[in-house]
């Protein structure tokens, strides 16, 4: 990878999901278990790699928990306000677990809406109250969060600055540079394995490949 080079790779529901889905293409993006242990040895053994749950399943403390554990990893938990405590979703104790076990635990908003399309009357309830109600839970600050279906505009970005937000990540499956504010990140699928996820995220960018990203990342940043 190039010197500043992190590939953020994000992770939902590990295992059999509940049926039916609970919104559209929701199961596409869940992983049987031993898919997942087999791409998470992978991502261990890379330096730049950064990895983090959405949603808030259940199956964030169950299986993922214990195996970054095993692997002395760590990783970022944005579940959905409302869905905690929820049948199939973490509840007060397994988000104190994570956190316990030095976990970063951000927001996911608070229903899972895209923040793009969420009234003004809306807005704080999922940028400010939902991060609210999951530091009270943890007991730590919430300071990152992840655009629900990786939808941002500016407007959105303005909003998330202004409630002082550390690092905010989106679903642009393009690599990221350490330490900018804006993550774009890769989204394992239920047919990925290792040697997908190496070719479609870990391969190395050329120089024109960078250049692009960066100005895809700006238009949508600005848009």
Known sequence: MSGGDLRNISFHGIGTPDSPEREPDE??????????????????????????FDDGNASDAAIALPALRDRGLTADFFPIADRIGTPGNLDHDALRALADAGMTVGTHGAAHRPWTKVPPADQATELQDARARIADVTGRPVDTAACPFGAYDRKVLQALRSAGYRT????????????????????????????????????????????VDRAVLMVKAWR
């Not at 997942?36 to 790699?49: G, I, P, Q, T």
């Open 168 to 211: 905010v990540f989106t679903s642009d499956a393009r690599p990221a540079r350490r330490g900018e504010w804006l993550q774009p990140r890769y989204s394992v699928e239920a047919d990925d394995t290792p040697e997908t996820v190496r070719t479609r995220m870990l391969a190395p960018r050329t120089a024109r490949d960078r250049a």
């Open 27 to 52: 199961h596409r993006y869940w992983v049987t278990e031993s898919a997942f242990l087999r791409v998470l040895d992978l991502c261990a053994d890379e330096s730049d790699v950064r990895l983090s």
